[in-house]
């Protein structure tokens, strides 16, 4: 099984960028498809963007345009590189490993996008 760690959120002011990392522990990460999600307080958690073990990705309708999301197999690393970001995207952001068998999630990293 994976370990994750989230790293990257912080105080970002409206149309500003940041990037998220996720640093997997363990072996066999290009095996798992991966995801990043967030969560509001007293909301449920929500995809955000998902890259498979083929490298497809995909990204929600809501931050199309402004997230990318990747993934470095021989860094056992995922990314999301954020741009032109709005109030609504504060949230604390997860990152999660899946395959047939398992899921792992990180900890998560608080993003605030504030002025």
């Known amino acids: 099984q994976v370990q994750l760690l989230e790293s990257g959120g912080g105080l970002v002011q409206p149309g500003g960028s940041l990037r998220l990392s996720c640093t997997a522990s363990?072996?066999?990460?290009?095996?798992?498809?991966m995801s990043w999600y967030r969560q509001i307080p007293g909301k449920e958690r929500e995809l955000v963007a998902d890259?498979?073990?083929?490298?497809?990705?995909s990204v929600e309708d809501s931050v199309k345009g402004r997230f990318t999301i990747s993934r470095d197999n021989a860094k056992n690393m995922l990314f999301l590189d954020m741009s032109k970001l709005k109030p609504e995207d504060t949230a604390v952001y997860y990152c999660?490993?899946?395959?047939?068998?398992?899921?792992?999630w990180g900890q998560g990293t608080q993003v605030t996008v504030s002025s």
């Open positions: 890259a498979d073990t083929y490298g497809t990705t």
């Open positions: 999660k490993a899946y395959n047939w068998r398992e899921i792992s």
């Open positions: 363990g072996t066999g990460f290009s095996s798992y498809a």
